[in-house]
């Protein structure tokens, strides 16, 4: 009895042999992934999942010059033209008369030695003469054409009003106009004459009593 078993263990034993042989070589075949892969969506290949919820940056320069809406862009009308009429206001020439503005021959610019005079027609502008306006008159010497010292004039005029708004005067109560050579302050036709011919003088306005006629 004993040994009819021994054949049949051996045959059991070489049928499980064969079997593990089968199951070794069907591994081998097996595709293996490269490392360093990235066979998901969410693998960087650092370890560190991706955040797929962002986006790359993105430019924001605009080459479009169509003006932007809805930008709080500052105001240019402490310098804006005046659009006033006061063509009906008394002149007073006399108050502001030894603050005359004088220039270097052929510019437009206010010398330093000149400010002062503004500065102080300033300061009475905002303390005595509320509600009243002024007028820049500019004026040149007789040299150069008509249209040119027009032109410079007006430049003058210009110059003289934006200082007052530097120091604090409001724009909108300052008034100016180009006579050029037409008023000269000296008739005479030489260098003591047109130093004082280039300047602008200074008017003082005051509003029509209620009820004038206009």
């Not at 924001?60 to 932007?68: E, G």
């Not at 400010?115 to 003469?129: D, Q």
């Amino acid at each position: 009895m004993k040994l009819a078993k021994v054949p049949n263990l051996i045959v059991l034993g070489t049928i499980l042999s064969l079997a593990a042989i089968g199951c070794r070589k069907g591994l081998d075949k097996t595709t293996q992934i490269p490392k360093g892969s990235s066979p998901t969506i969410g693998d960087t290949g650092t370890g560190q999942p991706r955040d797929i919820t962002s986006s790359p940056p993105v430019n924001t320069t605009s080459t479009d010059s169509t003006p932007l809406t809805g930008v709080n862009v500052p105001s240019n009308s402490n310098i804006a033209a005046n659009t006033t009429d006061r063509s009906t206001w008394l002149e007073n020439r006399d108050e502001f008369k030894a603050q005359t503005v004088y220039f270097d021959f052929d510019k437009s610019n206010i010398k330093p030695s000149e400010v002062g005079k503004l500065e102080e027609v300033a300061k009475r502008m905002k303390s005595s003469f509320q509600g009243k306006a002024l007028r820049v008159e500019g004026h040149c010497d007789e040299r150069g054409t008509e249209e040119y010292n027009r032109s410079l004039g007006d430049k003058r005029a210009q110059s003289g009003r934006e200082k007052l708004a530097q120091l604090g005067l409001d724009p909108g109560l300052v008034d100016t106009i180009s006579f050029g050579e037409e008023k000269p302050a000296d008739p005479g036709h030489n260098d003591a004459a047109w130093k004082k011919n280039r300047r602008i003088e200074l008017i003082l306005l005051s509003p029509p009593p209620a009820g004038a006629a206009n």
